[in-house]
């Protein structure tokens, strides 16, 4: 069926709903990053498949709202769909409850799926339109209409061992408990995958790069329920949840045990993940507690175990990248080579290493002008061929038991010119200069973000992504509530979160620069003014060293440089043969 057909059939369930318009987000239940095809709602009824973007059909006109990574793409896929293509950002683009105060008449009805929508997203949409006199509609369109619909993933689920979680189910239950009774709660409603997965040390495949498991949670002060499809589970799964003492109820029946709680239980959830189908589902006698997410606060704090295992992961991924780059060498100009070629190769390089589950997110391959396209995205039959004179950016990352991996690098194919080596080393500074941060306990991610934009902003240069992201222990390479970032952040850093240090430039048309390593904090020095902290750089391979202007280096810098390049050097070369070792030597060599 085409999008413009799938459109249609949509617009005729409005009109027995007597509908103006209808909003089909790109998310799912969950707020997950990453969603199961099952829940690709947007992706079908539009045609557009970036991860980031919201449809909106009303009975004569229609658009879909993505952000500048995704204009080139969607501007593609919608063609011929009968919506436009909302640019996000620009100063000329409404807001989707602009757009529909625009088009629709006052005491007009907007469709929603709730489940689709976070209760904060709902009542925020809701309040928008209200002085328009536009009511928002609880219904589900998408699911009568889509013939052949994919069904939820049905593989079992499988345990994570404690010699890589540090820590047991029951301490972490333990734990979550204390911080609820901080906050006077009895209930806690959990719908976010990650969060549930680290709670019970489950790890599973449903959902793309990241290792989880659809499921609902429910913890009350004595008690912890898993809602899980039963499919899912298997005779040993259910002997380790009964041993922890977790109870296990069927994933359909989230809504129904949701409405009965008791009246009078206060009732914890994060309004931003929590959809409002459950939302709605909690009682009207509860009290109502909204906080950020407890768990994702207990989870990015990682222990021992987990940064051990995480420095054990960096050390196979780098062994990965250097046979990766190695072989890049070989072989560009004497075959064929395409970005896509250079994500497989990379893929098979890493699935060598020890315990590699997979990648943590898509690689990108970008040659050239591609490199400028923050989340660019090659496939077979769209990409380019990687020359032997060129700049190529490569943004990847691995899933292992360990830990989960993400690193950045860009290097340049022949000779570099003038711009090219002052741009990567501007960049270089600010990613060192975050690496090297000493600062007192409480400070946020916002207030280190100009340590990394320092150097490009004096020479009138910029990027606009954040600097850095939280990442999961063997879960998703982007996890909250930390980060590096121009946006308020009311997080404080602390001991054992993991984040990246990934500044960047980029030129359209030409060529990107980005450079990323992962960083944990770690304790500094105590001293009578401030207890101070620091960042651990985990990630380990070179920087590209014909890119790199030296003049315009401090001698800390390159002292910093030379001494990563050691460490670099000594992590990896028991891990290699050695013509690896030779040419990685060759690599880390001292300035």
């Known amino acids: 069926m085409k999008t413009i057909e799938k459109i249609s059939s949509l617009r005729e369930q409005m009109r027995k709903y007597s509908l103006a318009a209808y909003i089909v987000p790109g998310t799912d239940p969950h707020a997950s990053e990453y969603v199961t095809e099952h829940w690709r709602e947007r992706m079908w009824i539009s045609g557009f498949t970036g991860s980031a973007g919201t449809a909106v059909v009303t009975m004569d006109n229609g658009g879909l709202w993505t952000d500048s990574r995704y204009f080139l793409q969607a501007d593609i896929q919608l063609k011929d769909s009968g919506l436009r293509l909302m640019k996000e950002g620009l100063a000329d683009t409404p807001s989707i409850a602009q757009w529909l105060k625009q088009e629709l008449k006052s005491g007009a009805n907007v469709g929603v799926n709730p489940e689709m929508f976070s209760s904060n997203g709902y009542a925020a949409l809701q309040n928008e339109l209200q002085d328009a006199d536009i009511h928002l509609i609880p219904v589900d369109l998408i699911e009568p209409i889509w013939v052949g619909r994919p069904a939820l993933p049905t593989t079992p689920f499988y345990i994570m061992d404690l010699k890589y979680t540090g820590k047991s189910v029951m301490d972490k239950l333990a734990s979550l408990r204390e911080e609820m009774a901080k906050r006077h709660a009895d209930v806690y409603v959990i719908s976010s995958l990650d969060e549930i997965a680290w709670l019970f040390n489950i790890r599973g495949t449903d959902v793309d790069y990241n290792p989880l498991v659809i499921a609902y949670a429910v913890v009350t002060k004595s008690e912890a329920t898993l809602?899980?499809?039963?499919?899912?589970?298997?005779?040993?799964?259910?002997?380790?949840?009964?041993?922890?003492?977790?109870?296990?109820?069927?994933?359909e029946c989230i809504i129904n045990a949701v409405k009965k709680i008791d009246?009078?239980?206060?009732?914890?959830?994060?309004?931003?993940?929590?959809?409002?189908?459950?939302?709605?589902?909690?009682?009207?006698?509860?009290?109502?507690?909204?906080?950020a997410s407890l768990v994702a606060q207990l989870k990015a704090i990682k222990n021992e175990v987990e940064l051990e295992g995480t420095r054990?992961?960096?050390?196979?991924?780098?062994?990965?990248?250097?046979?990766?780059?190695?072989?890049?060498?070989?072989?560009?100009?004497?075959?064929?080579?395409?970005?896509?070629?250079?994500?497989?190769?990379?893929?098979?390089?890493?699935?060598?290493?020890?315990?590699?589950?997979?990648?943590?997110?898509?690689?990108?391959?970008?040659?050239?002008?591609?490199?400028?396209?923050?989340?660019?995205?090659?496939?077979?039959?769209?990409?380019?061929?990687?020359?032997?004179?060129?700049?190529?950016?490569?943004?990847?990352?691995?899933?292992?038991?360990?830990?989960?991996?993400?690193?950045?690098?860009?290097?340049i194919l022949g000779e570099p010119t003038e711009q090219q080596k002052v741009d990567y080393t501007l960049v270089l500074k600010g990613h060192v200069a975050l690496a090297c941060a000493k600062f007192p306990e409480g400070t946020r991610g916002v207030q280190l973000d100009v340590l990394a934009r320092q150097f490009l902003w004096q020479n009138g240069l910029s990027y606009g992504h954040g600097t850095g992201h939280g990442v999961g222990h063997f879960l998703c390479v982007h996890e909250g509530p930390q980060n590096i970032r121009a946006d308020l952040n009311p997080t404080p850093l602390q001991v054992g979160m993991l984040l990246s240090d990934e500044p960047g430039v980029y030129r359209a048309g030409e060529y990107g620069i980005r450079i990323e390593n992962l960083v944990a904090v770690r304790q500094g020095e105590c001293t009578p003014f401030a207890n101070f902290l620091e960042f651990e750089t985990l990630t380990l391979y070179p920087y590209d060293q014909a890119l790199i202007q030296w003049d315009l280096l401090s001698k800390e810098e390159i002292d910093w440089i030379n001494a990563y390049h050691q460490k670099v050097e000594d992590e990896l070369t028991p891990l290699l043969n050695d013509e690896e070792a030779a040419w990685l030597r060759e690599k880390c060599k001292k300035y």
């Open 263 to 291: 009246a009078n239980d206060a009732v914890l959830y994060d309004g931003a993940k929590l959809n409002r189908a459950l939302w709605n589902a909690i009682p009207k006698g509860c009290k109502k507690v909204e906080c």
């Open 227 to 251: 809602f899980v499809m039963p499919e899912k589970l298997t005779a040993d799964t259910m002997k380790y949840l009964v041993s922890n003492k977790v109870a296990v109820a069927d994933y």
């Open 312 to 411: 054990k992961a960096m050390k196979q991924d780098g062994k990965a990248l250097v046979r990766f780059f190695m072989w890049l060498e070989q072989n560009v100009g004497k075959q064929k080579l395409t970005e896509y070629d250079l994500m497989i190769r990379l893929k098979e390089c890493r699935a060598e290493g020890e315990n590699f589950m997979g990648e943590s997110f898509g690689t990108i391959a970008g040659f050239n002008g591609n490199g400028a396209i923050v989340h660019y995205s090659a496939d077979e039959h769209n990409c380019a061929t990687v020359q032997e004179q060129g700049m190529l950016l490569l943004d990847s990352g691995g899933q292992y038991m360990d830990g989960t991996t993400d690193i950045t690098r860009t290097v």
